[in-house]
């Protein structure tokens, strides 16, 4: 669902599967990243990578978990009850958030530009993706 649109941005609601966790996101660009890591792989995680301000958590905060793997940067969280990974702080940006496209809701992937990341040579990838703050 669209909330708002901006001169700047478009403002997006999305969330888990249950509800528990709730966040709106503005998005400044729309260009989502594919990764081919063992983690977005499995998850099917398609990245929108934005900066804190463009971020808010409206509820579920206590129903988020966190799992730490590898260099334990990322702070991947996750929906105590369902289970759904709607967003995370990558170690690549730690000063942003990282959404699940597949976690907004009412948006078509068919009006973004998909790019492909070989996260599975992540340390030799990693200059590839810009910073949304830049």
Not at 83 to 96: D, E, K, M, Q
Not at 99 to 108: E, K, M, W, Y
Not at 121 to 131: G, K, R, T
Request: hydrophobic share 40%; charged share 15%; proline share 3%.
């Amino acid at each position: 669902m669209i909330l708002s649109r901006e001169m700047t941005g478009t403002t997006f609601s999305g969330g888990c599967h249950c509800g528990a966790v709730q966040f709106q996101v503005t998005l400044r660009q729309k260009i989502v990243i594919d990764c081919n890591c063992s983690v977005c792989h499995k998850k099917g995680f398609l990245h929108l990578i934005v900066p804190a301000v463009d971020f808010t958590l409206l509820r579920g905060e206590t129903a988020l978990s966190l799992y730490l793997f590898n260099t334990q940067r990322a702070k991947h969280l996750f929906c105590q009850n369902c289970g759904i990974h709607a967003f995370y702080i990558p170690r690549s940006h730690p000063h942003c958030f990282d959404v699940n496209f597949r976690c907004l809701d009412g948006v078509s992937l068919a009006n973004f530009q998909v790019e492909t990341f070989n996260g599975r040579h992540w340390e030799a990838n990693i200059v590839q993706l810009s910073d949304p703050l830049s």
